[in-house]
């Protein structure tokens, strides 16, 4: 999604880097590029700009065994960006780019880039809020803040598998 954009999108390409280069010090990014994280990790020298994936809630209503269907799931992406514009440019592009569908993969040794099994669907709804450290802004006072956490976006979305 960041490395090719939609061209309508107006977004240049990004320079997508892993957990690895986030922890490497001598790693150099080349700009323009966005780290993108799905793990907690130990503290380490904030590099910016960063995406954090987090799966807030991951419901099953079983009814076969074995049957992936009816899992319904919570997804928020943490956006930081260097700036707000920064932040605002990540979280709008992938609020409005993301798609209607997610590749569910399987990861093996021999097959390390994954194997689709199945596609599952994104909710209509795709909501981008600003964060702050007591949670959303809207409809409350922010906290003084400052540093990385001042250009924090949250975008969320749910993701329902095998409809």
Same mark, same amino acid.
């Given at each position: 999604?960041?490395?090719?954009p939609d061209a309508g999108?107006?977004?240049?390409a990004y320079n997508v880097y892993n957990e690895t280069e986030?922890?490497?010090?001598?790693?150099?990014?080349?700009?323009p590029f966005?780290?993108?994280?799905?793990?907690?990790?130990?503290?380490?020298?904030?590099?910016l700009p960063l995406i954090v994936i987090e799966v807030l809630r991951y419901r099953k209503e079983s009814f076969e065994l074995g049957n992936r269907s009816g899992?319904?799931?919570?997804?928020?992406?943490? +956006?930081? !960006? /260097?700036?707000?514009?920064?932040?605002d440019d990540m979280a709008g592009f992938i609020a409005d780019y993301f798609g209607n569908s997610l590749s569910i993969k399987t990861y093996t040794q021999s097959v390390p880039a994954g194997t689709e099994v199945e596609k599952a669907l994104v909710g209509d709804r795709i909501d981008v809020e600003q964060?702050?450290?007591?949670?959303? +802004?809207? !409809? /409350?006072?922010?906290?003084e803040i400052g540093g990385s956490i001042l250009n924090w976006n949250r975008?969320?979305?749910?993701?329902?598998?095998k409809l």
């Open positions: 999604m960041f490395e090719s999108s107006g977004l240049t986030y922890r490497d010090d001598t790693h150099v990014e080349a700009f966005v780290y993108i994280i799905d793990s907690d990790i130990l503290p380490v020298i904030t590099k899992r319904q799931i919570r997804v928020y992406l943490h +956006v930081f !960006g /260097r700036t707000r514009a920064d932040r964060m702050s450290i007591s949670g959303p +802004v809207e !409809g /409350r006072d922010m906290v975008v969320a979305l749910d993701i329902d598998t």
